[in-house]
């Protein structure tokens, strides 16, 4: 229909269809971009690049230093929800007095049914929410945005390289930075088969890779970031039994020198984590520790 009544009005449907397709292609990157401000690997390193192209303003804040800066928290530092608390604005209590305490060396699961407030807790975290009590702190001082790093269920990859994917997260990364990421998140020897390695194209969000693949490239990706805190918001729900296996190894070998929080709807997607804390009723109970064993 939409074709008949161009046509009626001059309008060639050959040059309709390209009109479409170019609309397609304008925001593709918008949406890549979009998901990428979200997962936290943008609005750092790509913020003075945009204020050099005249596009927008940025005050800087604490939490906007450039992605892949030296640690400013120890490696050893714990994250504290410190008496911790949120409401939205005239609605009920989504957290109340949460405290608790995430130490590297050990992958902390937190589970609870939808709406129970984890992504609000990794909102928190991540500071894209301010509590409306309490604090989340890191080494002691409140928790910036450039300490967190995000894996999501569906990783941001672009259309673009897996060189490039990689470097968002740390623009001046070189050869062995990319390989040694790689191999902390157990990837490299795929990409390696790849056939131009680091250089091969990945098609938009990454289409052209298997799920476990898509995920480890992120969690590559976050290794390259090098920031102390890792959250991995449901990253095995997609994935089949032996992918899943191989990124929740992954993550425990990555929470030797970093804080790692797994957010997931069910318990039984856990398998080999050895801490898990419920979410339920704007407060964390434990369910199982088995990192002092």
């Not at 397709?21 to 304008?26: D, G, H, I, P």
């Not at 401000?37 to 945009?50: D, F, R």
């Not at 002691?140 to 390289?161: I, K």
């Not at 990253?235 to 957010?263: E, K």
Request: hydrophobic letters at 40%; a negative charge; charged letters at 20%.
């Amino acid at each position: 229909a939409l074709v008949a009544s161009v046509t009626g009005t001059g309008v060639p449907p050959a040059e309709l269809y390209l009109a479409l397709m170019l609309v397609s292609e304008v925001f593709r990157p918008i949406r890549d971009l979009s998901g990428a401000w979200h997962a936290g690997y943008l609005g750092t390193s790509a913020v003075p690049a945009l204020r050099r192209l005249g596009v927008g303003e940025h005050h800087d804040t604490p939490g906007t230093s450039p992605a892949g800066a030296d640690r400013t928290a120890s490696p050893t530092a714990a994250l504290v929800l410190d008496d911790v608390s949120f409401a939205y604005p005239d609605g009920p209590p989504i957290l109340e007095g949460v405290r608790e305490r995430f130490e590297p060396g050990t992958v902390t699961a937190v589970v609870g049914p939808s709406g129970a407030g984890k992504t609000t807790l990794l909102d928190l975290v991540l500071t894209h929410l301010s509590p409306t009590g309490g604090q989340v702190l890191l080494d002691g001082r409140p928790v910036r945005t450039s300490d967190v790093a995000v894996v999501s269920q569906r990783p941001v990859l672009f259309e673009g390289t897996v060189r490039e994917n990689l470097r968002v997260a740390r623009p001046d990364a070189n050869e062995t930075d990319l390989w040694e990421a790689c191999a902390a998140a157990g990837i490299d020897q795929e990409v390696r088969t790849l056939p131009t390695g680091l250089d091969t194209p990945i098609a938009s969000a990454g289409a052209s890779l298997s799920g476990g693949q898509r995920q480890r490239i992120a969690l590559a990706r976050a290794v390259l970031s090098d920031r102390p805190v890792l959250l991995a918001d449901e990253p095995t729900s997609a994935l089949d039994p032996a992918s899943a296996r191989t990124v929740t190894a992954t993550l425990a070998r990555l929470s030797a020198d970093r804080i790692v929080i797994v957010v997931a709807h069910r318990e039984e997607s856990l398998d080999g984590v050895e801490r898990i804390l419920e979410l339920s009723h704007g407060r964390l109970t434990p369910l199982l520790d088995r990192s002092h064993v």
